[in-house]
């Protein structure tokens, strides 16, 4: 879908954008990640670097 900026507020976008965005569980299932491995950061998740290199 696209986004048109001049029609629509930037929440609009963002709450848009976000029902299509995978969750945490399916981003470790894409990018093949250990769960301990990923950082909760509210609805979506950052990585632990450090442990993902260390493996």
């Avoid at 399916?26 to 093949?32: G, K, M, S």
């Avoid at 509210?42 to 493996?55: H, P, Q, T, V």
Wanted: overall charge negative; proline content about 4%.
């Amino acid at each position: 879908m696209a986004y048109d900026a001049v029609k629509m507020k930037d929440w609009q976008i963002a709450e848009a954008a976000e029902v299509n965005m995978p969750n945490p569980d399916e981003w470790r299932e894409r990018l093949n990640l250990q769960k301990n491995e990923m950082l909760a950061h509210g609805k979506i998740s950052k990585l632990d670097f450090l442990k993902i290199m260390e493996r």
